[in-house]
């Protein structure tokens, strides 16, 4: 009896080995750690309640169940006692972000970001890449990206994989703005869906870059996941040909991940990242493809998370939004300029994509972007074909 009980304990303190692998199905919110209350959480409230106090004050009433003025801290009190200083989630976290509250910001970002670089998204309704598949003669619009299915036929993503190939589109006003927060030392890291590798082509260092989908910089056998010679694959593509893996014959493809693969092992810095964000920003994504949507919920519960997309997505659903929470809803390039206009970035942001889109596509001299004034038209969409 008591080798049977011993037997029965070694099995239920064996550890169990999970996979962590893309899927489309969302999964449940992760539980919160509710960390004690910080002073950033603090100064967001008192934002908030002088913001209340000067609405009550504008309509002559006096402020109820309102925290003192001087409770404010100096630095706080200046930001805020301004007559003409802007109120809105955009203005509140640029506050935070000039007072020095923020050093340490985790951005999340999915193919929003991209549409202006003339890439299409995947959900939008008639435009994005979802609904426009037909041609490809697929069972269900995800089917492309299954790797069961492209194990069975994988001429449909091989077709829109000469579309989607690195080489034809630039970066966008939304990415530059991304870099500029890793030139003002404030971007922990970038964590993005995206393979378009736009974020790489913009400047942001492979240090500060998570791609958790992959890219078409590298490229494998999908079974034996032997390494292929990335130029040697995108030819075959390109010529209509399926790259062969020539230790099992099977097919290869770029090291895009699919779903049922798992994610890089980059991705799992989240771990140490999402814990030490002082700021979360989340930036054109439908939060529907898990892991990654749950990311949003990893942030300690103290931290301010800010929104920029076209709709509400995820917790940003709920109403009214949770405390710390805002959103700024809209074209995503108008939303990002209007908060580097509210920091004082935009002629910097101008500048450097002047400056790096010339000496990238130009070969000149990255300093003549001075003598280059671009219109407005222009600092919003940079691409070529």
Excluded at 61 to 85: E, R, Y
Excluded at 129 to 152: G, M, Q, R, T
Excluded at 267 to 272: K, L, N, R
Excluded at 333 to 356: P, T, Y
Aim: with cysteine; net charge positive; hydrophobic share 35%.
């Amino acid at each position: 009896m008591s080798k049977a009980k011993s037997s029965r304990e070694r099995r239920v303190i064996q550890p169990s080995i999970t996979r962590v692998t893309r899927s489309s199905v969302n999964l449940q919110d992760t539980q919160h750690i509710k960390p004690s209350a910080s002073g950033l959480v603090n100064d967001l409230s008192l934002m908030r309640v002088s913001e209340q106090q000067n609405s009550s004050k504008r309509k002559g009433k006096s402020p109820k169940d309102c925290n003192s003025p001087q409770n404010l801290s100096p630095s706080i009190k200046s930001a805020l006692s301004s007559p003409s200083a802007p109120h809105g989630a955009l203005a509140t976290i640029s506050r935070l972000i000039k007072l020095g509250r923020v050093r340490n910001i985790v951005v999340v970002a999915g193919a929003g970001i991209s549409t202006a670089s003339g890439i299409p998204d995947f959900r939008t309704p008639g435009t994005g890449l979802y609904a426009n598949l037909v041609k490809y003669d697929i069972p269900y619009p995800e089917a492309i990206f299954n790797i069961d299915y492209f194990s069975d036929n994988p001429h449909p993503f091989f077709s829109l994989a000469k579309e989607l190939y690195p080489g034809y589109h630039r970066p966008n006003y939304v990415h530059y703005f991304i870099r500029m927060l890793h030139q003002k030392g404030l971007l922990l890291r970038m964590y993005t869906q995206n393979i378009d590798g736009l974020e790489n082509l913009c400047g942001i260092p492979d240090d500060k870059l998570v791609e958790a989908h992959g890219n078409f910089a590298t490229a494998a056998c999908h079974l034996c996941y032997s390494p292929y010679p990335a130029e040697e694959a995108k030819q075959a593509i390109m010529n209509d040909k399926i790259p062969i893996c020539t230790f099992c014959a099977g097919a290869v493809k770029p090291n895009v991940v699919f779903f049922g693969e798992d994610l890089p092992e980059k991705y799992f810095q989240h771990a140490e990242d999402f814990p030490k964000a002082d700021l979360l920003m989340i930036m054109g994504t439908s939060l529907k493809i898990e892991p990654f949507a749950s990311l949003v919920n990893t942030v300690k519960s103290t931290v301010p998370r800010l929104l920029l997309n076209r709709d509400p997505v995820g917790p940003f659903e709920r109403q009214p939004l949770k405390r710390g929470d805002y959103m700024e809803l809209g074209d995503l390039v108008d939303s990002v300029r209007k908060f580097a206009d509210i920091l004082g970035w935009h002629s910097e942001i101008q500048h450097l994509m002047n400056c790096h889109e010339n000496a990238l596509f130009y070969k000149t001299d990255p300093n003549s972007g001075e003598n280059s004034d671009s219109s407005e038209t222009d600092s919003r969409f940079f691409w070529t074909k």
